[in-house]
């Protein structure tokens, strides 16, 4: 019993934390159709802000995790200005080839200009302690994990059903057009969201970061292959789709760990995705892949 | 009886889709107050001169609106400055609420109370849209779209309004209902530039029309006139 509830911790912590990166990825997709692949930089950027702050400036982990928070942030929103404007209404490919320009461009700046060598940062290590939680022992890293998820899921909701650009931000991802005819500017809306994206993948650097203890050039790699991952299976563009492809993602890695017997434990990712496959046989779209019509209705 | 002022100004109008050519120099004016109308078959070039006011395709000519040409005007800023459409297909946002798609409709607005109350006489006016006001635009019948539509495009307030077929694919009651609120807003005071193909119902409200035909204006005067011309009728209800 212990043991399930244990792995059922597991599996929500991966599963937020999946949830978190393609929450990023998919809120600039929703409103510009663009799969930014530069969002693991964007982490990564965050985690040299972290060692940055760590030596030159404070000790104090909090103004650290500050900092990188608002580096990822200032860095998402620069990119869209230099980065992606030029290319806003070209076709989904050109911002394609953008985006993986743009990230391959800025790991050769780390590697050219940082270190190509993990660098540690160990300001981060004090969330992440044993705690007890009813009895069985999890990472106090996987509780603000999953509870930084919930509370960004709430947030989020809030803002996009409360708020004028939340609203604006939803009626952009069915017809961008349209929202600029409402006279709502769309600088504003697509700055918006890579600022969203990037405070996003700023929260999420702090957890890979506390967890890793070092930052890399590739640290973004995997994170935004997982977050692309949990896109395509929740329905890219739908950001409940984010959140449901992302938990799921966390939940069928963790039941492979506990269910396959030890001698096919390394073949774990290849049974991940083939069940990611089957699910995608079964909705090609992925589970809530947003409606395409436009609305008019004759 | 004096003209009144006038307050859209297009002459020499040619709109392009990369190298085609859709429309061809065309001349129109919407005077203050009144409601003119733009007649023509299907592809005459309708909807486009409609987004070449909005600014969302490529033009020559000139467009001014309250003696400033908008030449160099962002769309945005031509909403802001008062021009406001209702879009052909109505293109409501069918994964917002009825509600939502009125508040986006006032998003240049800051006036909070007066967007409430403002969203609350719509309701009262379309009691159909007020009981679905939580309910996914979406999830309209055609009618209640283009209700929806109209509404949400004068919630930012303009001192014009441009309508793209609003009766399109509607049945004849339906019809009829947004033709008197049509002439409703236009006793209101509203400056109104409206795109139809039901020609008697858009002429019988309107002041002035034009006939638009592959991109070219083929007739135009005061819509009494064009009513009595028989022949022009005739050619103009065939099409409708
Ligand atoms: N996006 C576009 N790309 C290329 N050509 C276009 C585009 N939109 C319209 N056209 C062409 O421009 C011409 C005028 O089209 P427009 O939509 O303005 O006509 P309309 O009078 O509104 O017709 P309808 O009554 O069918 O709505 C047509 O020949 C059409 O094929
Ligand atoms: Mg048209």
Redesign the interface.
Known sequence: MEYILQQFINALSFGAEYALLALGLAIVFSVMGLVNFAHGEVIAIGGYTMVAFATLVTANPWIIILGSVVAAALTSVLLERVAFRPVRYADPTTGLLTAFGVSIVLQNLFLLFVSPRPIAVTSLYFLDVPVDLFGIRISSLQLFETLATLVVIVALTLFLKRTIWGLAMQGASLDFQMVRLMGIRANRVFALAFLISGLLAGLACIFIMARRGSVDPHLGFNPVLMAFVACVVGGFGSLPGAVLGGFLLGIVQVAMLVLLPQEYGGMKDAFVFGIIALILVWRPNGILSPPVEKGDKV | MPRPPTMLDISDLKVFYGPIEAVHGISLCVPEGQCVTLLGPNGAGKSSTISAI?G?VKTSGSVKFLGQDLANTD??DR??AGI??S?E????????SVE?NL???A??RRDRDAIRADIERWFRTFPILGDRRRQM??T???GE?QMLAIA?ALM?KPRILLLDEPS??LAPRIVSQIFEMIEQLKQDGMTILLVEQNARQALRISDYAYLLNTGTIQAEGPASSFGQNDELMAKLTGLG
């Not at chain 2, 297909?89 to 917002?96: A, E």
């Open positions: 909005c969302t769309v945005e909403v802001r406001s459409v879009p297909g109505r293109r409501v946002f069918s994964n917002l939502a508040l986006l409709g998003g240049i635009a979406g309209l019948s055609g779209q949400r930012s399109l694919g």
